[in-house]
């Protein structure tokens, strides 16, 4: 059971250039979210997923945009990356019951 | 607005100690209450959780925490400290359940041979 996926693990981007952070769940939860991790400062929602076609933000959403057009996936977008993105992100899904379900990560370096 | 204090960055303990991570909040509604743990070069995962009834929640590994409402804390704690508990510690709190979950900013805890 492979839980919460992420792809890449690794990733440097100059700065303007463009990616997509893959996530993808086997574990049919409603509920998906993208958090990025910051040195001292814990985890902070980027934007967050209730289901198939419904997005919404989170705490700091600049810079980024999300899609889900499937229960299983739930992609982050970057479009014009900047070195204040270098961040460590992480995709979590939940089901109904309080609490997630974390990815390995992505390390990105601007 | 719902908020997440741990006090400490950085705890130490030897061996076999008692080991304490403290966590207070604030909510505007009665929350749902997290502890995660977090490995070198891994994701987080869930340790233990507080949503309704006992206010003593126990979790994997030995670790449990309470729920002081009048003291707005969820403590975390372990009778004695082994050397993989050594990890970042994190809080968290949710008004809604699960999603929009706040988290604190993490106590990183060393355990000592």
């Known amino acids: 059971n492979a839980g919460v996926t992420q792809t890449p693990k690794f990733r440097i981007l100059k700065i303007g250039q463009s990616m997509t952070l893959q996530c993808a769940q086997d574990?049919?939860?409603?509920?998906m979210y993208w958090y990025r991790q910051d040195p001292g400062m814990g985890l902070k929602l980027i934007y967050y997923?209730?289901?198939?076609?419904?997005?919404d933000k989170g705490e700091v959403p600049n810079g980024y945009n999300v899609s889900r057009s499937t229960t299983e996936d739930f992609p982050l977008r970057l479009e014009l990356a900047a070195p204040s993105q270098t961040s460590v992100y992480f995709c979590?899904?939940?089901?109904?019951?309080?609490?997630?379900?974390f990815g390995q990560g992505t390390r990105l370096t601007v | 607005a719902q908020s997440v204090t741990q006090l400490g960055s950085h705890v130490s303990v030897s061996e076999g100690a008692l080991v304490l991570l403290r966590c207070n909040y604030s909510?505007?509604?009665?929350?749902?209450l997290f502890w995660y743990v977090q490995y070198p070069n891994q994701g987080l995962q869930l340790l233990l959780k507080y949503t309704t009834g006992a206010t003593l929640v126990k979790g994997i590994n030995g670790f449990e925490a309470e729920f002081k409402k009048s003291e707005t804390s969820f403590h975390l704690t372990k009778p004695s400290a082994h050397m993989s508990d050594a990890a970042e510690y994190f809080c968290a709190v949710s008004e809604t359940g699960g999603f929009k979950t706040i988290f604190g900013a993490g106590t990183r805890l060393f355990v000592k041979a």
């Open positions: 909510s505007s509604v009665p929350p749902y």
């Open positions: 997923s209730v289901g198939a076609g419904i997005t």
């Open positions: 574990m049919n939860h409603n509920y």
């Open positions: 979590a899904s939940s089901s109904q019951a309080p609490g997630a379900f």
